[in-house]
T-cell receptor, first 111, second 116 residues
Framework: SQQGEEDPQALSIQEGENATMNCSYK?????LQWYRQNSGRGLVHLIL?????REKHSGRLRVTLDTSKKSSSLLITASRAADTASYFC???????????FGTGTRLQVTL | DADVTQTPRNRITKTGKRIMLECSQT?????MYWYRQDPGLGLRLIYY???????NKGEISDGYSVSRQAQAKFSLSLESAIPNQTALYFC???????????????FGPGTRLLVL
């Protein structure tokens, strides 16, 4: 069973706009990670946020975490066509280092 | 990630056949994982190995087996393939030196398997 559910399932925006995708999860976590997958290829790690952190930035990425609501959001600012991909959140519970993935958001950025 | 390679990249097989998917890594990581991805779904963990002598079942291990031949190699076998094992399979690695569960995982390019 998936720990995380992502919303929306699909998102289409124009280049230059911001893209926001959300992730909800069910149980307490150690950390939450976001990964990106270009069509049919392997996942690439984007950013990790610890359970005691509320916000983290990396370049054009901003991640927030609300443990009281068991939710996280990923914001991509000033999107580019190259950002077109699927984005997955993944949670780690305890210290076991196993990832439990959400169902993903497919982002399409058009010119 | 070119440091994690998977062979074959594509495979078509028939129901009942035994098939092995192989994963090799040059990252020097001690932990390795096998996932499957079905259309519209996230990745689900099949097996994971924290070192050569430590193999653990994941969420969906039925119908699969694994072998950790060396720190750098982790193979996934389907003993008797069935059509609902048609999926995209990914190998991943992580480094336990990142303690406290703060590891990130590095993924191979995937193996697309079709079972007829």
């Amino acid at each position: 069973s998936q720990q995380g559910e992502e919303d929306p399932q699909a998102l289409s925006i124009q280049e230059g706009e911001n893209a926001t995708m959300n992730c909800s999860y069910k149980t307490s976590i150690n950390n939450l990670q976001w990964y990106r997958q270009n069509s049919g290829r392997g996942l690439v790690h984007l950013i990790l946020i610890r359970s005691n952190e509320r916000e983290k930035h990396s370049g054009r990425l901003r991640v927030t975490l609300d443990t009281s609501k068991k939710s996280s959001s990923l914001l991509i600012t000033a999107s580019r066509a190259a950002d077109t991909a699927s984005y997955f959140c993944a949670t780690v519970t305890g210290t076991a280092s196993k990832l439990t993935f959400g169902t993903g958001t497919r982002l399409q950025v058009t010119l | 990630d070119a440091d994690v390679t998977q062979t074959p990249r594509n495979r078509i097989t028939k129901t009942g056949k035994r098939i092995m998917l192989e994963c090799s890594q040059t990252k020097g990581h001690d932990r390795m994982y096998w996932y499957r991805q079905d259309p519209g779904l996230g990745l689900r963990l099949i097996y994971y190995s924290f070192d050569v002598k430590d193999i653990n079942k994941g969420e969906i291990s039925d119908g699969y087996s694994v072998s950790r031949q060396a720190q750098a190699k982790f193979s996934l076998s389907l003993e008797s393939a069935i059509p609902n094992q048609t999926a995209l399979y990914f190998c991943a690695t992580s480094d336990s030196q990142r303690t406290g569960g703060m590891e990130t995982q590095y993924f191979g390019p995937g193996t697309r398997l079709l079972v007829l």
